[in-house]
């Protein structure tokens, strides 16, 4: 079982905080939740049952855990967790300017940390 992840991440001026938990393999189910102000907004389940058979599952289930918090993370930087459209900044010809904290979380991302 892994102790699991917290992340907060700034988005256009508001805190969110991604947490992804391990339930063990009594309950092989690895759970990503996105809260904004203690309300939860998304919770993403998924099994791991399938690997636990595998000599190295726990590594697996580790970059299963890694994967699941980077991909909501990249979603609500995408504008796509909190009710915006993808790009339309972009596609406004708007360059939008990223905060410290914005590019710190972007250069994580990118970096497979």
Known sequence: MHSGFNTNVPYKGKMYHVQTEDGGARN???????????EILLSEKTSYADVLVDDDWKEKVLERMKDQHRGIIKNLMAGQLTGEQAGKEAAAGEKKELTLEETIIEYIIGAGV
């Open 28 to 38: 092989p189910v690895l759970t990503t939740l996105l809260y904004q102000k203690g």
